[in-house]
């Protein structure tokens, strides 16, 4: 009741999640293998699908807000930036008070283009920053790089990434092409949907750990010749 004075005060409860967040992952040094690369990837893709079917687009997608639990299960963390679909460099989340036209809201380094210009936002913004994860779990690095934020704002709009292959020639094409069609400045070029990036991510997947072909180890057959 209202009225009584030993009431508890209003709180909020959370989900403790155990294990590291993928930036801690990452700033260990180590190189991510491409397969394990795709099943984070698609971890995350799991619940950007189920977040955007449900009219919710994340807008801060980064490897801070994605936990690998202790026994391997993806969590991906912090919509509270999150707005209903119709700046550091470091991994400092820009916000506004309410969502106004112009205004940016995200992580600066992992902001598709429209964010950083402060459009309407869509699924389509959350891929894009899906894909510069993946980028940086295959490659080390960000795609995008600054001195200053409207250096990495201004990289964003402009610039395409560090070709993947100089840095990790071990990643097969179709990895390439997801992560550059992803990675897309216009959105009517990336994938439209969660589930559309999904596909491409598990024939990726599938070829990478797919057994080798063992006719190598067959015996020959010797034909006798007359």
Do not use: C
């Not at 990675?183 to 070829?207: F, M, N, S, V």
């Amino acid at each position: 009741s209202p009225d009584r004075t030993d009431a508890p005060p209003p709180y909020i409860v959370l989900e403790y999640v155990a294990g590291r967040t993928l930036r801690e992952i990452l700033r260990e040094g180590r190189k991510i293998l491409p397969e394990r690369a795709l099943e984070i990837t698609s971890g995350i893709l799991s619940a950007l699908d189920y977040s955007h079917r449900a009219g919710i687009v994340h807008r801060d997608i980064k490897p801070a807000n994605v936990m690998v639990t202790r026994d391997g299960r993806l969590k991906v963390l912090d919509f509270g930036v999150a707005k209903l679909a119709p700046l550091s460099s470091s991994d400092t989340t820009l916000s506004a008070a309410g969502t106004v036209a112009g205004a940016i809201v995200g992580t600066v380094s992992y902001m598709s283009p429209e964010q950083a210009q402060g459009e309407a936002v869509d699924a389509r913004s959350d891929i894009f920053s899906l894909g510069a994860v993946l980028y940086e779990m295959l490659s080390g690095r960000r795609p995008f790089s600054g001195l200053t934020d409207l250096a990495v704002l201004s990289a964003i709009l402009r610039d395409q990434p560090p070709p993947l292959r100089e840095s990790r020639p071990d990643v097969p094409a179709p990895v390439h092409a997801i992560i550059e069609r992803a990675l897309a400045k216009d959105r009517a070029a990336r994938y439209q949907t969660a589930a559309a990036i999904g596909d491409d991510l598990r024939a990726a997947h599938a070829a990478l750990t797919r057994p080798r072909d063992a006719g190598w180890r067959r015996p020959a057959v010797r034909v006798p010749i007359a």
